[in-house]
């Protein structure tokens, strides 16, 4: 049974961190490219950063130089370090696995960025 679990969302004040994981499970992680997605209220669902399976990474625009994407194959577990939050950021984060036909999602994790 594949899973993503997401965890680390929160409530944080502007400038400040989270570290959000993604565990995985029932399928094989490795030879996964592995995404972070979120939607705002109102919003669509947009992307945040993609770790391919060699390593390489993108990210969106807004979040260049303030989040990191990682991934660990031995934890299957993909890692998002958000910082210098800002309220704008505020949406669900959705972990994504993606090869070929085949999309896996979490659950999603909120995160609030509020004073």
């Known amino acids: 049974q594949v899973q993503l679990v997401e965890s680390g969302g929160g409530l944080v004040q502007p400038g400040g961190s989270l570290r959000l994981s993604c565990a995985a499970s029932?399928?094989?992680?490795?030879?996964?490219?592995m995404n972070w997605y979120r939607q705002a209220p109102g919003k669509e669902r947009e992307l945040v950063a993609t770790i391919h399976t060699a390593g390489s990474t993108y990210y969106a625009d807004s979040m260049k130089g303030r989040f990191t994407i990682s991934r660990d194959n031995v934890k299957k577990t993909v890692y998002l370090q958000m910082n210098s939050l800002k309220p704008e950021d505020t949406a669900v984060y959705y972990c994504?696995?993606?090869?070929?036909?085949?999309?896996?999602w979490g659950q999603g994790t909120q995160v609030t960025v509020s004073s």
């Open positions: 029932g399928f094989v992680f490795s030879i996964y490219a």
């Open positions: 994504d696995a993606a090869r070929g036909p085949y999309d896996y």
